[in-house]
């Protein structure tokens, strides 16, 4: 990659010149003319897969256990489940043996609905669902062709229909016989249906053998949507793996295989619930020393704690084979990793973060420091994780503000990197935050009036270790080019944080304390507004950013601290040269520019962002 361009005057660094909607637009001239070009495209094997955003069908014949697994499935992943036929039944309001023997019904009326039905899945819009199809829906050689191109099948299967039929046979013992089969009825029909539909579920999804429980299929399948590897190399010989898995026992799993063979010092938040013993239960209890920090948060980032860390490496004693697993937020991530660094010059480490902001920015990187003197980071170095290894079941567990925390870094990889993770995430935002959706009416802001029925209650969990990955991966890719800042590529992941530190400083200690996400979101917003301005940022685009970035902040923005503070809080920013800020923009999306910026500039931009929210011109993206 190429370095960012930089602003030719170290002092104020734009003209002001009235636009035709009497707003202030700058206009900057680059060091470098012509030579700031578009980031490289990211990998490919990076990118959100689509399955994320598809529905789940599983299909195969009556007796396959597609209900008992699409519901495991579905409290897996965190979606909504229907049973088609169960919908379908609603629909006639009566069972499906009853409408097979109506006369003016009838099996082919069924059919027809179930095909609508499924038509009308693929096509609509809304939070992608698990789905358990009727064994005849995939009769319809229309219904195979639109599952085919629309939808993310999986297939049941069993070659021996005695195997169903026990099933079936069993299932009907004791039933009311109105809801009994219609095609069930002796097994010689039985045998000759299966027969006729084996061709249309075949080379149609992926097959799956009925040799588990409902669970472990289920489990099985959810695995081959979040699993992701990502493999990066830094510095010249340090190399990072970024891996996700569905369930925290997968990751521990992995964890105890790659550190086979040698000990490990495994980092926790005292905080976390003990639950984390199953990782050293893993890791076997001949080779695991347990770490916990005596505080938590920001809190535990002090030489206190890393000293107490560091001299249970020492008496482990430790060899430069040993890993030191990390396994909590950003916090705990930033210890463990100037801890594995120091030691012995470097162990080999693990950083397992519990928070989508460690997952996709803390523990992406090879920062790692402790606060000092009072202020943030000031003692610290550079060390690569040998792993980044994260679990959907964690991340889909987080609440919503934790989420927001994380989805903010995630968001702001994709305004500098990828506009389609960008999209993703504005695009389903209501779901991956939990976001009660509003009641109807013309009066009421869609922030408001909200419906306590009709809530998300839990997070796909696809999509969000999808967004958790590629966002790592995004960033992990900067890193690799520009490993210890010496390019200038970097200084890109600055976007929003120079305004973000002066709100989460200047109401830090107190009881309104804004966090480092929120404050973020904020400064993101108040760097599209200037790229508004000063670098012809499309206004459509900036304005539905900035109003994305209001929902991550919680529906409103910290308010603006005081012009004199908020100076002071810009001069001792470590961007900071010849009186001027090193400040990130946008001139398009995936276009990010490096300017140089004066303190009372930056400050109006932020008060024109508070009357623009003040005046409801610009309101939370829902």
């Known amino acids: 990659m190429a370095a960012v361009a930089t602003i030719a005057n170290t002092a104020a660094v734009a003209t002001v010149a009235e636009n035709t909607h009497n707003k202030p637009r700058y206009r900057s001239k680059m060091l470098f003319p012509g030579k700031n070009p578009r980031p490289k495209a990211p990998p490919k094997e990076g990118a959100l897969p689509p399955e994320l955003g598809?529905?789940?069908?599983?299909?195969?014949?009556?007796?396959?256990?597609?209900?008992?697994?699409?519901?495991?499935?579905?409290?897996?992943l965190g979606r909504e489940f229907l049973d088609l036929d169960k919908a379908l039944e609603r629909e006639y309001g009566m069972p499906i043996p009853a409408v097979f023997k109506d006369p003016s019904l009838g099996e082919p009326d069924f059919r027809e609905r179930e095909a609508k039905r499924i038509s009308g899945l693929l096509t609509a819009k809304g939070a992608p669902k698990v789905v358990a199809l009727g064994g005849g829906a995939t009769m319809d050689p229309k219904t195979r062709e639109a599952l085919k191109a629309n939808g993310l099948v999986f297939y049941l299967r069993t070659d021996d229909p005695g195997l169903l039929w026990e099933r079936v046979s069993r299932e009907a013992k004791g039933g009311d016989p109105a809801s009994l089969r219609p095609l069930a009825l002796d097994f010689k029909a039985f045998g000759k249906l299966f027969k006729d539909r084996l061709p249309s579920y075949q080379g149609l999804g992926l097959p799956l053998e009925l040799t588990s429980p409902p669970e472990t299929i289920a489990a099985s399948i959810g695995s081959t949507l979040v699993a992701r590897v990502g493999d990066f190399s830094a510095y010249g010989e340090s190399r990072c793996s970024i891996r996700t898995f569905l369930t925290k026992d997968g990751l521990f799993s992995k964890i105890a295989d790659a550190t086979s063979g040698h000990k490990c010092l495994v980092l926790l938040d005292h905080a976390l619930p003990f639950e984390e013993g199953a990782l050293l239960r893993a890791l076997g209890p001949d080779r695991a020393v347990v770490y916990r920090t005596k505080a938590r948060g920001e809190a535990a980032k002090n030489l206190r704690e890393l000293e107490g860390l560091l001299s249970a490496l020492a008496d482990g004693p430790f060899d430069r084979s040993d890993f030191l697993v990390a396994r909590g937020g950003g916090s705990l991530t930033d210890l463990g990793a100037l801890a594995a660094g120091l030691f012995k010059r470097g162990i080999r480490l693990i950083l397992s973060p519990t928070t989508l902001l460690g997952a996709v920015d803390a523990a992406i990187g090879g920062k790692a420091a402790v606060n000092f003197g009072g202020a943030k980071n000031q003692l610290g170095i550079f060390y690569l994780p040998q792993d980044v290894w994260l679990d959907g079941e964690t991340l889909g567990s987080l609440p919503q503000a934790l989420l927001s925390e994380g989805l903010t870094e995630a968001y702001k990889m994709g305004l500098l990197s990828d506009k389609g993770l960008s999209e993703t995430i504005s695009s389903h935002l209501g779901a991956l935050l939990r976001i009660p959706k509003a009641r109807p009416g013309p009066e009421s802001p869609r922030w408001e009036g909200l419906d306590p029925l009709e809530q998300h209650p839990t997070n796909d969990v696809p999509l969000l270790t999808?967004?958790?990955?590629?966002?790592?991966?995004?960033?992990?890719?900067?890193?690799?080019?520009?490993?210890?800042?010496?390019?200038?590529?970097?200084?890109?992941?600055?976007?929003?944080?120079?305004?973000?530190?002066?709100?989460?400083?200047?109401?830090?200690?107190?009881?309104?304390?804004?966090?480092h996400g929120r404050a973020v979101a904020h400064g993101m917003a108040v760097s599209l507004l200037y790229s508004e301005r000063a670098l012809g940022l499309p206004h459509r685009f900036a304005h539905q950013a900035r109003s994305v970035c209001l929902t991550l902040a919680g529906g409103t923005f910290p308010e603006n601290p005081e012009d004199d503070v908020a100076k002071a809080l810009l001069l001792k920013d470590k961007k900071i040269r010849d009186g001027a800020l090193k400040f990130v923009g946008l001139r398009n999306p995936e276009d990010p520019v490096l300017l140089k910026i004066s303190p009372e500039e930056l400050i109006g931009v932020a008060k024109d962002l508070a009357i623009e929210c003040s005046s409801k011109a610009l309101r939370p993206y829902l």
């Open 54 to 76: 598809r529905h789940l069908f599983l299909i195969g014949f009556m007796g396959s256990g597609k209900t008992s697994v699409g519901r495991a499935l579905a409290k897996l």
């Open 466 to 515: 999808g967004i958790a990955f590629r966002s790592a991966t995004l960033k992990m890719e900067v890193v690799a080019a520009d490993f210890r800042e010496n390019l200038g590529i970097r200084d890109r992941l600055n976007l929003g944080h120079t305004w973000g530190h002066v709100v989460e400083g200047a109401h830090a200690g107190g009881t309104d304390a804004v966090s």
